[in-house]
C-alpha cells in the first residue's frame, strides 16, 4: 500500500540558511500535518492542511511557513536556520472525516550546523 | 511535552513477559491513540481508544482508558525481541485539524 512520502530525508544545513521539506500524503488523503520531534523528545505539533487551507497551527516559528498545493503535497519551508531546528520533521496524513487515525511518513533529518 | 506524560519512561524486560505504559493526559479528548517509533523513523499507529471507551484490544495490545484520571495505559503481552522501540501516546481533542499532542514516550526493551 502507497505511503507517506518526504523528501529529502536527510538534510544538513548551515546557519542562517534556508531548508525546503517535502511530502506527499497518501493518495485521497486530504489533510496533513507537519511535526518537529527533537533529540529524545516527542513530536511536537507544527501545522496542518485540510483541502489546501491551514486549518491548525501549533508551535511554529514565524520563520517557518508551509502550503499544500493543488495535488495535496505539501511544503514546509524554513528560514534563518537555527542550531535549534536540528530536529526529526515528520509529515502525516489522514482523510478527514473517515479516521482520526494519522499515518506518517518515515521523517526528514535536518541538521543544521 | 505540552500534555501528555508517560511512565515509565524506560523499561527493560525479557521475551515472552508482558509489558504495560502508562500515559496521562490534562485536557477532555475525543480519542487517545499509541504509536510505535522505532529508533530514528516513523512512527506507527498501533491502536485507537475514543472517549467513550474503556478497553480495547488489538492482537497482543490491550489499551484501557480512563477519562475520570485522565490516564491510559498500553499492555503488551507475550513481547518479543521485534516489540524493542518507544511507545507514544498520543491524544486528539477534537479540535480544529484534530492535530496530535504526543506524551514523552516510554522506550521499551526487549532481552532476547
Known amino acids: 500500500a502507497a505511503g507517506v512520502i518526504q523528501s529529502p530525508r536527510h538534510l544538513i544545513k548551515e546557519k542562517r540558511e534556508t531548508a525546503t521539506l517535502k511530502c506527499y500524503p497518501i493518495p485521497r488523503h486530504d489533510t496533513v500535518y507537519w511535526y518537529q520531534q527533537g533529540p529524545g523528545q516527542d513530536p511536537q505539533f507544527l501545522i496542518s492542511f485540510y483541502e489546501k487551507m491551514q486549518s491548525d497551527k501549533g508551535s511554529i516559528p514565524d520563520r517557518f511557513s508551509a502550503q499544500q498545493f493543488s495535488d495535496y503535497h505539501s511544503e514546509l519551508n524554513m528560514s534563518s536556520l537555527e542550531l535549534g531546528d536540528s530536529a526529526l520533521y515528520f509529515c502525516?496524513?489522514?482523510?478527514?472525516?473517515?479516521?482520526?487515525?494519522?499515518?506518517f511518513g518515515p521523517g526528514t533529518r535536518l541538521t543544521v550546523t | 511535552s505540552q500534555q501528555g506524560e508517560e511512565d515509565p519512561q524506560a523499561l527493560s524486560i525479557q521475551e515472552g513477559e508482558n509489558a504495560t505504559m502508562n500515559c496521562s493526559y490534562k485536557?477532555?479528548?475525543?480519542?487517545l491513540q499509541w504509536y510505535r517509533q522505532n529508533s530514528g523513523r516513523g512512527l506507527v499507529h498501533l491502536i485507537l481508544?475514543?472517549?467513550?471507551?474503556r478497553e480495547k484490544h488489538s492482537g497482543r495490545l490491550r489499551v484501557t482508558l480512563d477519562t475520570s484520571k485522565k490516564s491510559s495505559s498500553l499492555l503488551i503481552t507475550a513481547s518479543r525481541a521485534a516489540d524493542t522501540a518507544s511507545y507514544f501516546c498520543a491524544t486528539d481533542h477534537g479540535t480544529s485539524g484534530s492535530r496530535l499532542t504526543f506524551g514523552e514516550g516510554t522506550q521499551l526493551t526487549v532481552n532476547p
Open positions: 481508544i475514543r472517549s467513550n471507551e
Open positions: 485536557t477532555s479528548i475525543n480519542n
Open positions: 502525516a496524513s489522514r482523510v478527514a472525516g473517515t479516521s482520526y487515525e494519522q499515518y
